[in-house]
DNA sequence: ATAGGGTTAG
């Protein structure tokens, strides 16, 4: 009796610890328990599994696995849903499902979180189809979903481009024995305005001011955000202050979304004081924090400042992730420094983040840009993954400097991998062709993107 | 133990 009391204090002082990242401690404290007798339990693991994988990544969490059946505990479903949680926390779908597996072979039986995790999993991995069969089978089996389930469902359904079946399983809420919640107004929200369906969305924000419910921190961010990408940018300031007099702007994301917004429309000097408010409030700086101080910086001309930012950065400790090497590359490209750019795009592979697409279309547009359209084409040749920025800016720098038959070349093939292209330069292309005497070479041109057009809209 | 908001290019 004694003996589990304690074990159940020991497991209260690692929870402390993990909750603040000091894992080490709460290491030793396991230790020092099991020297005066007080023993782990599967508590114990499932705690340090989900600190781990939070915080280390998922296989020092799969070695604590270890240990735990090494001294004798047997993981439970907790466990391997914490395992599971990480592997989709880092798109890792194999990893999941042979997790998964794992459970159903030690005789776990898996719960409505288990199944939850699988089907955001799908969905993360862009497997719309897959996420729709665990639902069904969740709903169809003896397992009852719960309301994370419908959320899970109706996130998945708007990433995944379905904003409409995410509109009609929230209106069968209802129906379902469940009143969405505002985590559920969040999703949607969020969904809607990111396809482009605002109208919707304003109707779903109105509902949610008729509910009753309170909305929150990240309900504001989401409106913001719709503002600025609908160009309404006073209104989303307004929303900003707002946010302010109300309490909401605790943690970096209001600061970056605004900082992001003025930075765009070249509102530089305001984008500053925001930055400096930020920090005055003694906000704590993460990595996408940083990736917007460093995208200010660039836009400011300020290379050098970004560079050496990231270098601190990678001193202290923190991790830059694909948006820091990329703003960088886009930034030395502008500054006209295409060395600079390409040292680092190299750095970036070095450092594991491969095929980073964006970084590759900000570098051929700046190669081109300084004059080096032939080496910008040879890249282009061996890159694996291309997007309607690679050819739409391919195509513009062709067009710039006079090539339009390759740029016509270039346009058909892009079509012909059923890509959008930029109108513009679409009209680049046209209108070369026209200007230095191709006229029959437009004209047959233009025939072909307008079939284009009927059979990919 | 799972789910919601922020940063990049034409």
């Known amino acids: 009796m004694v003996c589990r009391f304690s074990t159940k204090l020991l497991n209260i002082c690692i929870s402390s610890f993990c909750k603040v990242r000091q894992l080490e401690k709460a290491e030793a404290i396991i230790i020092d328990g099991i020297r005066l007798g007080v023993l782990p339990d599967v508590v114990t693991y499932n705690t340090l599994v989900a600190a781990y994988t939070r915080f280390v ?18 993981p439970d479903v907790i466990t391997y849903n914490s395992l599971i949680a990480g592997a989709t926390k880092h798109c890792l779908l194999s990893r999941s499902l042979d997790l998964f597996e794992e459970m159903l072979h030690m005789g776990i039986p898996p719960n409505v979180w288990s199944y939850n995790t699988l089907m955001h999993c799908f969905f993360k991995s862009g497997k719309p189809d897959e996420a729709n069969r665990v639902f069904r089978d969740i709903i169809l089996s003896n397992i009852s979903p719960c309301p994370s389930t419908f959320n899970v469902m109706i996130n998945g359904l708007c990433k995944n481009g379905y904003t409409a079946n995410a509109l009609m399983l929230f209106r069968n809420l209802q129906r ?7 985590v559920t ?24 001011g008729e509910s009753g419910l309170m909305p929150n921190a990240i309900t504001y961010t989401t409106v913001m955000k719709c503002c600025f990408r609908s160009r309404q940018f006073e209104q989303g300031l307004e929303v900003f202050l707002e946010m302010k007099e109300k309490g909401y702007t605790f943690d970096a994301f209001a600061y970056c979304t605004v900082i992001g ?8 000097n305001e984008a500053n004081e925001c930055m400096d408010q930020m920090i005055r409030n003694g906000i704590e700086l993460d990595i996408v924090s940083y990736n917007t101080l460093i995208n200010l910086y660039c836009k400011e001309g300020k290379l050098e400042a970004a560079c050496n930012l990231l270098d601190e950065i990678e001193k202290g400790g923190m991790e830059c992730d694909k948006y820091t090497h990329t703003i960088l590359i886009d930034g030395l490209c502008k500054a006209g420094n295409i060395e600079g750019a390409e040292r680092h795009l190299k750095y970036m592979n070095m450092m594991g983040f491969d095929s980073n697409l964006v970084a590759f279309n900000c570098f051929l547009d700046g190669l081109c840009k300084a004059g080096e359209v032939d080496y910008a084409m040879k890249l282009f040749e061996s890159m694996e993954l291309t997007d309607s920025f690679t050819y739409s800016s391919l195509v513009h720098n062709l067009c710039r400097a006079r090539r339009f038959h390759s740029a016509s070349k270039l346009l058909l093939s892009c079509l012909r991998g059923g890509m959008k292209i930029l109108r513009s330069a679409q009209r680049a292309v046209l209108d070369g062709l ?21 059979f990919h809209y």
């Open 261 to 268: 917004a003025l930075v765009k429309t070249g509102r530089i």
């Open 434 to 454: 026209r200007s230095s005497g191709f006229t029959r070479e437009a004209r047959k041109l233009h025939s072909k993107i307008r079939l284009a057009k009927i």
């Open 176 to 182: 379902h024995g469940f009143t969405p919640k505002i």
């Open 57 to 74: 990544g998922i296989d020092a969490a799969y070695s604590v696995l270890h240990r735990m059946r090494e001294a004798g505990i047997n």
């Open 185 to 208: 107004y969040n999703i949607l929200i969020n969904g809607l305005c990111k396809s482009g369906r605002l109208g919707a969305a304003r109707t779903i924000l109105k509902e949610l």
